[in-house]
C-alpha cells in the first residue's frame, strides 16, 4: 500500500485549494480543473521521465509508480515540477486580477513544497533551472 501513496498524497491539499475555489466562485469549472491539475495532475510529468528512460512508448504500471527509473537514468526533468511555473501562475494572478488563480498558484505550489518536504533532495532542486544547469544529473538533486 505504501508504494502506492503516491497516487493519494497530494490530495488533501488539492481538495482544500478546490474547496477555496468553490467557496469563493461557486463550481467555476475552468479553475477547479486548473487546481486539480496544477495541484494533483502534475505528477503526469513524471510520464515524460519514464519514456525518456524507457525509449518506447510502454509503460509498466509497476515499475513506473516505482520511481526507480530515476536511479537508473541518472537524469531528472520533471518539466511541471518547477518554482519558476509557480512563479508564472502568480504573475498571471497579478496580471489577471482574478481572485481564483491565486488557488490554482497556491495548489501548486503546495504540491512541490509537500513533495520538497517528504523527498530526500537539495534546497534547489525543485527549481527547473537549476536541474537544467546541472544537466538534470539525479546526484544535484537529490541528497
Ligand atoms: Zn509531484
Not at 37 to 65: M, R, T
Not at 69 to 78: A, H
Not at 90 to 104: A, G, H, P, S
Amino acid at each position: 500500500m505504501y508504494k502506492y501513496r503516491v497516487l493519494f498524497e497530494h490530495l488533501p491539499l488539492t481538495i482544500i485549494c478546490v474547496c477555496l475555489v468553490i467557496y469563493f466562485d461557486n463550481f467555476n469549472l475552468i479553475f477547479l480543473s486548473l487546481c486539480i491539475f496544477f495541484g494533483y495532475i502534475i505528477d503526469i510529468d513524471h510520464i515524460f521521465d519514464y519514456l525518456l528512460f524507457k525509449k518506447k512508448v510502454k509503460i509498466d504500471f509497476q515499475e513506473f509508480i516505482s520511481g526507480n527509473y530515476f536511479k537508473v537514468s541518472k537524469r531528472i526533468y520533471l518539466p511541471l515540477h518547477s518554482y519558476e511555473l509557480s512563479i508564472i501562475l502568480l504573475f498571471i494572478f497579478f496580471i489577471f486580477n482574478e481572485t481564483n488563480f491565486i488557488f490554482v498558484f497556491f495548489a501548486h505550489i503546495l504540491h512541490l513544497l509537500q513533495d520538497q518536504i517528504t523527498n530526500k533532495v537539495k534546497p534547489l532542486s525543485y527549481f527547473f533551472t537549476y536541474r537544467a544547469l546541472n544537466s538534470f544529473n539525479v546526484n544535484c538533486v537529490c541528497k
